[in-house]
Structure formats: C-alpha cells, structure tokens
C-alpha cells in the first residue's frame, strides 16, 4: 500500500471514486456509472500509484459483479486497469492530448460491444428495442398530427432504417463523447497536478477532413448505395466526420472567447443549440475553414 499523506486532490478523487461505484450498485445505474468510473482511477493512479490503479480497478469490477455483469466484471477490471497504466503514463508525460482520447474512445467502443454482446446473449435486442420504441413513440405523435396510417408507416420505416444505417456511427460517437467526459474530469480532478487542454488543443490533422468531405460527396452521387456494407460505412464515416469537424468549431470559438468571462456561458449554450440543425450546420462550416486554413498556414510555413 502507499503510505504518502493524502493532499486534497486524491481526497477529492476518491471521494468521486466512492460516490460512482456507490451509485453503480444501485438498479439501473450500474451501465451508467461504469462509463465515467475510469476518471477517478486514472486521477487516482497519477496521484498515488500504479498499484492504486490496480487495487481500485479491482474493487470496482468485484462491485459491479454484484449487480449481475456476471463474467463481464472481469473485462471490466482489465479494461479499468489498462486505462489507468496507460492514460496516466500519456498524461504524465505531457504528451499530445489525443493520444489519452483515443485510448479511452478505443477501450469503450470495445466495452460497448461486449456490453451489446451480452444483452443479445440474454435476449435483449437493444437495435430492435430502439425501432419498436420508436414505432411506438411516433405511431402516437402521428395520431395528434393528424397523419394517415399509410404515411406514418412509410416515415416510421424510414426512422428504423436510419437508426439501422448509422447504429455503428451512433456507438462511435457516444464513445467519443463519454471520452470526453472523463478527459474534463480528469482536468477538474488533476488542476494542481498535470496540465490538460482540451478544446484549446483540438486541432483536427488535414486528412480528418479530406476523408470527412471525401465520404461526403460520394454520398451526394449515392456510391456503394448498393453494397450495404460499404453504403453503411460511407454513412458512418460521414457522420462521426462531421461530429468532430463540428467540436473543431466549437474549439475555435472557445479559443476566440478564451480571455471572455462568458466564454462557459457561451460554450453551454452552443452545446445545447447543436440540436438546432442550424447551429450544427455552421459550428461544422466553422471547422472545415479552420482545418483549411491552419492546413494553409503550415504549407506557407514550408
């Protein structure tokens, strides 16, 4: 065990650790808390040690067993440790800040898998349970518009075909996003000890948006609309692309407004707007011309 005196930060991190793993042991909140569970033990790594991350990735998984994972708290407890040794070696060592990203993007993406895997072993269809649910929510909405059946048929079998379609892309970005989050965490978590930029570092490579603009016009001349593999993947990489070219805005905005006492005010509220198709459209426009012209820069640089 360590033996240093405990300062606020592990204090605080601990605190977070117990409140998660707590609230993992109740129903319905164990999925929930385990995607934000690996913050507090990578924090708790850096501040202590790599045997801390051990033990509490350990703990973790024996508690979330509890709560019926099953063989699936072992994978947890692999995954939990890897992410402390790793993202915590990244972190210490300052380097770029999408390295520690992508570990922990790569690491969810396969738990949400496995996670998917085990509820199709127990019987649970999340896809079908999401189209059924969806049927069902807009079979009532179209009652109160005043739609015919007919209509609402054609336009409900097109919002299952849609989630169908971009189900890939949709795990892909819930991952990016719950990165995120635990990459915000850890910088609340580690103020005093290890410098963490996130949107002021987001600086997508040119290629994100060649590949980005490339999948999008071979979806405007419909290319590999016929092989549904390839028509799916085209979909995916288009959506995910525009997902982050779409934070390259929001980052560049942040940017613009770092010295403005509003820029908290102002980053909530655009967050909130990317539900406004407007709002997204442009936060996405905004970052294809700051990938562009940083691209510029660099090639007159040379």
Same mark, same amino acid.
């Given at each position: !065990?360590?033996?240093?005196?405990?300062?606020?930060?592990?204090?605080?991190?601990?605190? !977070?650790?117990?409140?998660?793993? &707590?609230?993992?042991?109740?129903?319905?909140?164990?999925?929930?808390?385990?995607?934000?569970?690996?913050?507090?033990?990578?924090?708790?790594?850096?501040?202590?040690?790599?045997? =801390? @991350?051990?033990?509490?990735?350990?703990?973790?998984?024996?508690?979330?067993?509890?709560?019926?994972?099953?063989? /699936?708290?072992?994978?947890?407890?692999?995954?939990?440790?890897?992410?402390?040794?790793?993202?915590?070696?990244? /972190?210490?060592?300052?380097?770029?800040?999408? @390295?520690? /990203?992508? =570990?922990?993007?790569?690491?969810?993406? !396969?738990?949400?898998?496995?996670?998917?895997?085990?509820?199709?072993?127990?019987?649970?269809?999340?896809? @079908?349970?999401? *189209?059924?649910?969806?049927?069902?929510?807009?079979?009532?909405?179209?009652?109160?518009? @005043?739609?015919? &059946?007919?209509?609402?048929?054609?336009?409900?079998?097109?919002?299952q075909s849609f989630i169908t379609l971009m189900f890939p892309a949709l795990l892909a970005i819930i991952a990016?996003?719950?990165?995120?989050?635990?990459?915000?965490?850890?910088?609340?978590?580690?103020?005093?000890?290890?410098?963490? *930029?996130?949107? *002021?570092?987001?600086?997508?490579?040119?290629?994100?948006?060649? =590949?980005?603009?490339? *999948?999008?016009?071979?979806?405007?001349?419909?290319?590999?609309?016929?092989?549904?593999?390839?028509?799916? =993947?085209?979909?995916?990489?288009?959506?995910?692309?525009?997902?982050?070219?779409?934070?390259?805005?929001?980052?560049?905005?942040?940017?613009?407004?770092?010295?403005?006492?509003?820029?908290?005010?102002?980053?909530?509220?655009?967050?909130?707007?990317?539900?406004?198709?407007?709002?997204?459209?442009?936060?996405?426009?905004?970052?294809?011309?700051?990938?562009?012209?940083?691209?510029?820069?660099?090639?007159?640089?040379?």
């Open positions: !065990m360590d033996y240093k005196p405990m300062d606020r930060e592990t204090g605080i991190a601990l605190v !977070m650790y117990i409140l998660l793993l &707590s609230l993992g042991l109740l129903p319905g909140f164990s999925v929930l808390t385990l995607w934000l569970l690996p913050a507090p033990i990578v924090a708790l790594t850096i501040l202590r040690s790599r045997r =801390t @991350g051990f033990i509490l990735s350990l703990i973790a998984s024996a508690a979330l067993a509890l709560t019926g994972l099953g063989w /699936l708290a072992v994978l947890l407890a692999m995954a939990f440790y890897f992410l402390a040794w790793s993202v915590s070696e990244q /972190l210490t060592r300052q380097v770029s800040f999408f @390295g520690p /990203l992508i =570990t922990f993007i790569l690491v969810l993406i !396969m738990l949400e898998l496995v996670l998917l895997a085990l509820l199709r072993y127990t019987g649970i269809d999340i896809l @079908g349970a999401l *189209s059924s649910e969806v049927s069902r929510t807009f079979t009532q909405e179209s009652q109160a518009l @005043g739609l015919s &059946s007919s209509n609402a048929d054609t336009i409900i079998k097109q919002m990016i996003v719950l990165s995120m989050a635990n990459m915000v965490i850890l910088k609340w978590l580690l103020r005093d000890t290890v410098q963490i *930029s996130i949107l *002021s570092k987001w600086n997508l490579p040119y290629s994100v948006l060649m =590949t980005y603009l490339l *999948s999008l016009l071979l979806l405007l001349f419909n290319a590999f609309k016929g092989n549904h593999v390839l028509w799916q =993947t085209l979909n995916s990489i288009e959506l995910i692309g525009a997902f982050l070219v779409g934070i390259q805005g929001l980052a560049l905005i942040w940017r613009k407004l770092y010295q403005n006492r509003i820029r908290f005010l102002v980053l909530i509220l655009l967050i909130i707007g990317t539900t406004v198709q407007f709002i997204s459209m442009a936060l996405i426009i905004i970052g294809v011309f700051d990938i562009a012209n940083r691209a510029r820069h660099n090639i007159e640089k040379k």
